[in-house]
């Protein structure tokens, strides 16, 4: 079955309710034809990715961390640092923590593509546009 293009617009949309549809689409789950062990997702872009809306304190207070593993490796990033500088890695980050952490993760992941603006490559792609 060949997957679909879901385009998915982040202008003014709250973050984490705009990315559970993005992560749906991505795990095939509003298809009749589900299966959680296979393959089965969408295409997913997300265009408009720097006006992305945050609610109550994220955008001042929210921290992402992650280890280098070497010692005294921890690393923190503000959320407005971060925004600044790639607003696409928000978006990614947010869509691996609502997907399954499985084989199939990594897979569904590159079937996501975010975009800053609202050009990009896949226009000829769509017969359904997602609000």
């Known amino acids: ?17 705009l990315l559970t549809n993005a992560a749906e689409l991505l795990m095939g789950k509003h298809k009749p034809s589900f299966t ?3 393959e089965n997702g969408d295409f997913v872009v997300v265009i408009n990715a720097k006006e992305v809306v945050v609610t109550r304190n994220k955008a ?20 407005k640092d971060v925004m600044a500088n790639d607003p696409r890695k928000i978006i990614i980050k947010a869509v691996a923590g609502m997907l399954p952490k499985n ?29």
Request: charged share 30%; net charge positive; proline share 6%.
């Open 1 to 17: 079955m060949k997957p679909a293009w879901h385009l998915l617009d982040a202008k003014d949309q709250v973050l984490g309710r």
């Open 60 to 79: 001042t207070g929210k921290i992402y961390r992650h280890h280098t593993g070497f010692p005294g490796g921890f690393r923190e990033t503000m959320y």
């Open 103 to 131: 084989k199939l993760r990594a897979v569904r992941l590159k079937r996501l593509k975010v975009f800053t603006d609202d050009k990009h490559p896949y226009q000829n792609q769509f017969a359904v546009e997602t609000k």
């Open 36 to 38: 959680p062990n296979l």
